[in-house]
């Protein structure tokens, strides 16, 4: 289900593994979301995060460059709703990233749109 177009949606995909990315990018552009991105390095991703007006990123854990988390941080500042994909447990996060959703590798189509609307119905009620 598309989200309310009167409300902007500008989703930055941090992303290194091209494929990932392109499923991320099509589902995103299927719910009339712009795609910031995708980004494949720490450095790009991070300039994004602390310059680009968003609504919301999906971030994968491990990048291009190392973690993803100073980017995380970054959103958090600015209060931006992201969305963790990793293969990874809880262990793997920092403790203040355990509760953020998170979106476990390898995923189904169908569990990357469910996550995804969980992360835009945050941004529509905010």
Known sequence: MPIDRNIPCRVMVVEDE?????EIEDVLLS???EVVGPVARLAEALKLASDE????AILD????GGQVFPVAEKLLERGIPFLLSSGYGDWALPENMRDRPRLTKPFAIADLRKQLQILLDAVKGA
């Open 18 to 22: 091209w494929l990932i990315a392109s």
């Open 31 to 33: 719910m009339q979301c």
């Open 53 to 56: 007006a968003l609504d919301a």
């Open 61 to 64: 854990v491990t990048i291009n």
